[in-house]
């Protein structure tokens, strides 16, 4: 299994035979030290994200353009960052 960088302390692997459109389907994952401690947080499969971002645009009446799952995961990870300097929780 290699995982492959997808951004600032995002990583990502590809499923062997799972496709999303033309490409394998992508599983990602956060990395972030804090005070010399890594923690690594999972964020999931690309195309089980996409159809909830769908669903809840849908339910909410959106009808702009959907955000992109790492720019979901990048937003998420700086959140985490953040709390985890801050010594607030998740």
């Known amino acids: 299994m290699e995982w ?7 990583q990502y692997r590809e499923h062997e035979t ?6 394998f389907d992508r599983y990602v994952r956060g990395r ?6 890594l ?4 964020f999931a499969w690309e195309s089980e994200w996409t159809a909830g971002e769908k669903a809840r645009m849908d339910a909410q009446g959106e009808t702009g353009p959907r955000k992109s799952f790492l720019d ?5 990870l700086f959140m985490l960052k953040e709390n985890a300097r801050r010594g607030e929780g998740p």
Do not use: F, N, P, W
């Not at 799972?18 to 490409?23: F, L």
């Not at 972030?32 to 401690?37: L, Q, T």
């Not at 923690?39 to 999972?42: D, L, M």
């Open 18 to 23: 799972r496709k999303y459109g033309v490409r």
């Open 4 to 10: 492959r960088k997808a951004g600032k302390g995002l």
């Open 72 to 76: 979901h995961c990048r937003g998420e």
């Open 32 to 37: 972030y030290k804090i005070d010399g401690k």
């Open 39 to 42: 923690t690594t947080v999972s």
